[in-house]
């Protein structure tokens, strides 16, 4: 009988220059501007990351030339304090259509104080990606990671 591997939940938390109506939208809306370098499936910095403004709706990219890429699916849109969304993406970083083997990723905006709002990402559910799911927990969880990924907004708000 095989054991299953068990995985931190991992966290990353910034505080966004910006209201919360404003950090949602830059999460949501203006992530392609800002993404950070390489974090993304294309060939090129994607024209657009798409986030479907509904449960059961795509997250996806989409790069220049029209070619869309998708990451994963909208769980829970809940504008503009949370957002839960299904890692869709295997331990190769290739499309899994499978929603029983996605992680689960929650996003949700507080705001702390006039143009101030804290974002706190928690990515769980390493497990459900089978062998792939140490590989992804190991990438999302270092320095270049969702904390490089979050520093980016916060860099592209600040600017």
């Given at each position: 009988m095989s054991e299953t591997q068990s995985?931190?939940?991992v966290v990353?938390?910034?505080t966004v220059p910006a209201g919360l109506a404003r950090a949602?939208?830059?999460?949501?809306?203006?992530?392609?501007?800002?993404?950070?370098?390489r974090h993304w499936l294309g060939d090129?910095?994607?024209?657009a990351i798409v986030f479907e403004p509904t449960a059961g709706g795509r997250w996806y990219e989409r790069q220049p030339d029209g070619t869309e890429c998708d990451w994963g699916r909208v769980l829970e849109?809940?504008?503009?304090?949370?957002?839960?969304?299904?890692?869709?993406?295997?331990?190769?970083?290739r499309?899994?259509?499978d929603g029983e083997r996605a992680s689960r990723?929650?996003?949700t905006f507080t705001e702390v104080g006039p143009d101030q709002t804290v974002l706190r990402l928690v990515h769980t559910g390493f497990e459900a990606h089978g062998e792939g799911?140490?590989?992804?927990?190991?990438?999302?969880?270092s320095a270049t990671g969702w904390p490089a990924y979050l520093d980016a907004l916060v860099a592209f708000a600040t600017a």
């Open positions: 995985y931190t939940p990353a938390e910034v949602f939208e830059l999460f949501t809306v203006e992530q392609a501007a800002w993404v950070a370098e090129e910095r994607p024209a849109w809940g504008a503009p304090g949370r957002l839960v969304l299904a890692w869709m993406l295997d331990g190769d970083w499309f899994d259509p990723i929650e996003v799911g140490g590989s992804i927990h190991r990438s999302v969880g």
